[in-house]
């Protein structure tokens, strides 16, 4: 099954490299990995894509959470959450028809056109991942060139959040 994993670690060299380690140390493959700064610039927010059963991601998380530098870590997918990634295509097309094709399809996906020259466009999509492995395969039979993705980014939903934080007062109070 498909995990999305969220790990708040400090913005430190080599603390990217710790996480990845503990991965490969255990053979536990990364599907994608997306890292960028907080809003407080101490700490960075990994997304980590991997596939397992519930048991080894639930080690995975465990054994995340016990590194020394990191603050949080939290599987995603437990709950309603946002999941997107980006992708830049560069597509060969020639004047005309086929360039009205893509800019068709550019519409359908609601993807933007970032580059463009006589004979090839750069192409950006952005959305869940099927939607954009979707809107590249519509593409192929245009001579794709080229494809570079960014990898899921993810957030829980915040109804979710606050029902997961509402039931977690009411059993910490039965307790």
Request: hydrophobic content about 45%; aromatic content about 4%.
């Amino acid at each position: 099954m498909r995990h999305t994993i969220s790990i708040l670690l400090a913005n430190e060299a080599g603390e990217l490299s710790r996480i990845v380690g503990l991965f490969s140390a255990r053979g536990y493959n990364i599907e994608t990995l997306s890292v960028g700064k907080t809003q407080d610039p101490k700490w960075s927010k990994a997304t980590v894509v991997t596939y397992g059963d519930d048991a080894t991601v639930e080690q995975i998380v465990k054994q995340c959470s016990r590194l020394a530098r990191v603050k949080d870590v939290r599987l995603v997918t437990t709950l309603p959450h946002i999941e997107r990634e980006m992708a830049l295509i560069d597509v060969s097309v020639s004047a005309g028809a086929e360039r009205q094709e893509v800019m068709n399809l550019v519409k359908i996906f609601r993807a933007k056109v970032v580059d463009i020259s006589h004979d090839k466009m750069v192409l950006e999509a952005s959305g869940t991942r099927d939607k954009v492995d979707t809107f590249i395969d519509m593409l192929k039979p245009l001579a794709v060139n080229e494809v570079t993705r960014s990898g899921s980014v993810a957030i829980n939903r915040l109804s979710s959040l606050e029902s997961f934080r509402s039931d977690a007062k009411a059993e910490a109070a039965a307790a």
